[in-house]
């Protein structure tokens, strides 16, 4: 089970994750979120972190974005929105640089079992990116577990589903949930769930 940080907006929020054993780095470059960043502000960040991939945080207003991305640093995720229209989404991972990459699209409890699976199916590398209050959101997805990435909406919700026995999810992505109140990363919650998601 992989963990993914969400929306990094800075330097050390960054390290952290990389020294706590985070496996990807997530940055938004998301027009109209307040956690958006440029390429060159999350290559500075980057090119300081050693070991987790880069994940880019995109919508269909910054999919050109991608392209300065790509001439600039090297990324191992995109995450999109998973309503995109179908000729985006083709187009998108139809790039040499996205070829062979997870690709999590993020997803809404409430869709149709046919969508989703229509959705794995199709892309050999497609994840759902999920966010849940706790297991049973999450029952519906047991039996493709390893293409869901869960992003609970408290830690101590994540914290109680990796002791439970509930099918593992191929990771575990944390985002605002973890924030204290100036938007950066409470690494006393944060190390309290890290805790529990290392034993």
Sequence with gaps: MKLLAL???NLQDARYCAAAGFDYLGFSLERGSMRKLSVPMIWNIVQWTNGPETALQLNIDSLEELDEAETTFPFG???????????????????????????LFTWGIESPRSDWETLIEE???????ITADDEDDLTPYWEDMEHIVVHF??????????????P??????????????????DYTAVDDFMEVFLR
């Excluded at 999810?169 to 990363?185: F, H, M």
Aim: aromatic share 6%; net charge negative; glycine share 6%.
């Design 77 to 103: 995720v995109v995450i999109l929105d998973g309503n995109l229209p179908d000729d985006v989404i083709h187009e998108l991972l139809e790039r040499p640089s996205v070829q062979g990459k997870p690709v």
């Design 168 to 185: 593992r999810p191929y990771a575990i992505a944390i985002g605002a949930e973890a924030n204290d109140a100036d938007g950066l990363l």
């Design 153 to 166: 909406s408290d830690l101590e919700a994540a914290a109680r589903y990796v002791q439970s026995d509930c």
């Design 123 to 129: 892309y050999e590398n497609a994840f759902l990116l």
């Design 7 to 9: 929306s990094l907006t």
